[in-house]
């Protein structure tokens, strides 16, 4: 369910190379193979004449119900539920799946006193275990901190570089000693693989992202290292003297944010590859470093934290 924009693009090349028949169930708005950086266009044709491709909106039960019942799937890999509600449709069709594998969030995590977030079964945001749960399911649910990696539609490294580039001050809230978390997305992909099939994985939480955690100010240095730029200015500000209105001024939550791995490392024998410059490289390199992005530069907020920065020391 998805895969056309980030996270399936990577996990459905895994597998394949595996041996898998993969069918990319979507509304067809995008378009069903992209071509990876760095990829041949031997290798990308190779990829994209062994994918299938079912086109629909899994918002419309019914025709989830009566696609996916004829195809009859052995398992299901979820990288875009948002709502409980849309997996019972998918198990109705599938009374025999083996396994459904659900991309879940540490957004699930409430705020809390004690860090690093382990696998709690947490009743928040997302019901979707609880569902799985329910109607006995062999179900694996993995909980990615903050993606990043080439493709990332989400302003994460993307954010900092913009700001590199065009050789700005970084504005950073508060102190920029808040710690959190980011993962590389190749690295989510074969924990993604690596549950496939894995009696360890049945009925499980694991939460995925990278080893180490880091500072916002020593995030903000690491993105400038691995592309190459200067290290930056980094500007402190005070977010509750500013009025943003829609806008986001700070592409991560102003808070410590970060969850433990080691149930992930233990029980599944999985490790990330990329530590966090390594990922970040890799992510410049192969996609923001050759001018592709997802969002143009908007520097609306910084210039108003900015402007206030220099009032303030005239």
Known sequence: MGGTRFIGVFLSRLLVKEGHQVTLFTRGKAPIAQQLPGESDQEFAEFSSKI???????KDYDFVKSSL??????????????????????LDALPNLEQFIYC????????????PHCESRHKGKLNTESVLESKGVNWTSLRPVYIYGPLNYNPVEEWFFHRLKAGRPIPIPGSGIQVTQLGHV??????????????????????????????????????AK?????????????????DFGKKKAFPFRDQHFFASVEKAKHVLGWKPEF?????????????????????????????MILGKKLVLQA
């Open 275 to 303: 530590d966090l410059v390594e990922g970040l490289a890799d992510s410049y390199n192969l996609d923001f470093g050759r001018g592709t992005y997802r969002k143009e530069a908007d520097f609306s907020t910084d210039d």
């Open 104 to 115: 879940s969030s540490a957004g699930v995590y409430l705020k809390s006193d004690l860090l």
């Open 226 to 242: 691995a592309a190459g730029f200067p290290e930056p200015e980094l500007v402190h500000y005070n977010p509750k003297e500013f």
């Open 69 to 90: 019942s004829a195809k009859g799937f052995d398992v299901v890999y979820d990288i875009n539920g948002r709502e409980a509600d849309e997996v019972e449709p998918i």
């Open 52 to 58: 299938l491709h079912l086109k629909g909106d899994r």
């Open 186 to 223: 190749k690295d989510l992909a074969r924990a993604f693989v690596q549950v496939l099939g894995n009696e360890k994985a049945s009925r499980q939480v694991f939460n995925i992202s990278g080893e180490k955690y880091v500072t916002f100010d020593g995030l903000a240095r690491a993105c």
